[in-house]
């Protein structure tokens, strides 16, 4: 028997079943016409109707059942025995409208329009080339020009090179394409047996990857060196040449290599940082603390002190709370924008936190020296496990009301995360380290340079000369922990080790940006724009990665013997001294 799967055929030129006769065949109205999701068709061949008998039953499907002995009988038709429960009738009523666009239009006329877009755009990604002549887009799928009577597909499934010949993850571009307002597909598309076989991958292949992590959803995008799935884009019958042509602009400024030109040094090559600089081995002078800010409960405000100790885990109390939500994910400014609102203090005389929230009259006081119910828990946090102590229903309530949502607060009384000691690329630590880490998401502690906040504003200064408002950042958008100021932009990136007075830390490498730092606060409403992670884009990419501040550990956290380490205190005004040594 056969079964056709038409859902996104149906979009663009349904299957003629006269000529390719099935059994079943199934559509989807959302791929149609882009409206109502999670609706679509099953078309059923009467012959193959009584095929179709199911183990269950319930609402609407049944002519009459008893409840207490084994007796049931389902109504006759078809459609009457497969729909359970209450149909969406205004999903379905809502049909009628896109049905008049497509007549009016005609299937022919989109297969038509769709092709020709797809054919355009396809012929023009088939001749981006690098710098070195290298292609830039793999192109998935049999070649129409190839095939006799194979029509061009309104989608294109395709993968991007760089000119070294490595990958770019689908994960990157997916990113880049959602800062510009580029609506695609990506990852396996719900059809395994296709990506195994056009990305070369074997059973064994599937399986390390599984084991090694990889999942569906995640970010694990290139694993060994082979993509673990590719990009999909697709047009309908609202598609225009302007977004094929938008498109592939896209395309040819994030991933064709290209010189660069360099009026100040920091400007480098397309899609690789420069982590070298010519005075590597000098110790960079001049350059001072300028803040110190300890965020308490992550996701939430921090504040800013004069002077504050180190402990084990970096800044003592950072990031040593968080919020976990009813389904045990851990809410964060992405999911929850509310919890930019909520401002924090630790006093250390006092030994307690306050938490303040516009829509709480009431501020909320925690001791720093017990907490007020000990319910100990494990819990994961981005790969992390933690050992929890929770608070009462006060507490929780207090957060709950201050986010519009149910919460539990918990503190972190201990991380169990993997060592190691081997080093990475440029000889720094890798990232699992030996630290401990409280609720951050790698290193530490993050430090950012004014230099280079100052260089990131004259580029979106520049790039907002059309008329358009200006769009400028500062230091605090990032959420740093230390900001440093006297150094030249990017130096930072070629740090290895630095120490602050008395204290000795390491680099752990560039900090990975995100739409988090999109995200900003005026006049009590967040506020989510495409800077300054756009610009960024543009020149701080390094292998999918979109780098600005530098992560550090402190490195009295490393011997496991934390109790006994003297404690030290940052102030602002320290001599910052680094070494690329």
């Known amino acids: 028997m056969v079964l056709i799967d038409a859902a996104k055929g149906c979009a663009t030129e349904p299957p003629n079943l ?343 009259k009431d501020k909320l006081q925690i001791s720093l020296l017990e907490n007020l119910i000990h319910l100990t828990a494990e819990v994961d946090v981005y790969g992390q496990r933690y050992e929890v102590e929770s608070y009462d229903e006060k507490v929780n309530t207090w957060f709950s009301e201050a986010i519009g949502r149910h919460c539990t607060f918990m503190r972190c009384s201990s991380s169990k995360n993997s060592f190691c000691t081997s080093t990475g690329k440029n000889g720094r630590l890798c990232r699992d380290t030996r630290s401990k880490l409280n609720f951050v998401n790698e290193g530490q502690l993050l430090l950012i340079s004014e230099e280079s906040v100052s260089d990131l504003n004259s580029r979106l200064s520049s790039s907002n000369g059309n008329g358009k408002q200006h769009v400028l950042v500062d230091a605090m958008r990032f959420r740093p922990n230390i900001v440093i100021s006297g150094s030249t932009p990017y130096r930072e990136d070629n740090w290895k080790r630095l120490h602050i007075g008395d204290a000795y830390f390491t680099s752990m490498g560039g900090c990975n940006r995100c739409q988090m730092i999109n995200l900003h606060q005026n006049a009590g409403q967040v506020i989510k724009s495409k800077e300054p992670l756009a610009t960024l884009a543009s020149y701080r990419r390094e292998k999918g990665k979109i780098l600005f501040g530098v992560l550090l550990n402190y490195e009295d956290g490393l011997n496991g013997q934390e109790e006994t380490v003297a404690e030290r205190w940052l102030q602002v005004g320290q001599e910052v001294h680094a070494s690329t040594e």
């Open 18 to 360: 006269d000529v390719y006769p099935a059994d079943f065949v199934v559509c989807s109205f959302y791929k149609i016409f882009g409206y109502p999701t999670g609706l679509g068709a099953l078309i059923i061949k009467n012959e193959a109707a009584s095929l179709l008998n199911k183990t269950y039953f319930s609402g609407g499907t049944v002519a009459a059942s008893i409840a207490d002995i084994d007796f049931v009988q389902k109504r006759k038709n078809i459609e009457q025995v497969l729909e359970d429960g209450t149909i969406s009738f205004l999903s379905i009523a809502s049909l009628r409208h896109g049905f008049k666009i497509i007549e009016m239009l005609t299937t022919s006329a989109i297969a038509r329009h769709t092709s020709s877009l797809a054919t355009y755009v396809r012929k023009k990604m088939l001749d981006m080339k690098h710098r070195n002549k290298k292609n830039v887009c793999i192109i998935y799928g049999l070649e129409p020009s190839k095939v006799a009577d194979l029509k061009t597909s309104p989608t294109i499934t395709f993968n991007l090179k760089r000119e070294d010949g490595t990958w770019f993850g689908y994960r990157e571009v997916e990113k880049l394409a959602s800062l510009s307002g580029i609506h695609l597909r990506t990852g396996c598309f719900c059809n395994p047996g296709a990506c195994a076989k056009y990305l070369g991958l074997s059973h064994s292949d599937l399986v390390s990857n599984f084991e090694a992590g990889h999942v569906c959803w995640d970010d694990n995008d290139v694993i060994k060196g082979k993509p673990t799935g590719a990009v999909r884009i697709s047009f309908g019958y609202i598609s225009t040449y302007q977004d094929a042509e938008e498109f592939l602009k896209f395309l040819q400024s994030c991933f064709v290599s290209k010189p660069i030109a360099s009026s100040n040094g920091h400007a480098l090559s397309m899609n690789t940082l420069n982590l070298v600089d010519n005075q590597s081995q000098q110790v960079v002078p001049d350059v001072r603390l300028k803040s110190i800010i300890i965020y308490p409960v992550k996701s939430c405000q921090g504040f800013s002190v004069q002077s504050w100790p180190l402990a084990a885990g970096g800044l003592k109390y950072d990031r040593e709370w968080l919020l976990q939500g009813s389904g045990g994910e851990i809410l964060t400014q992405k999911k929850v924008p509310e919890l930019a609102s909520i401002r924090t203090l630790i006093n250390l005389e006092l030994g307690k936190l306050f938490v303040e929230s516009p829509k709480r």
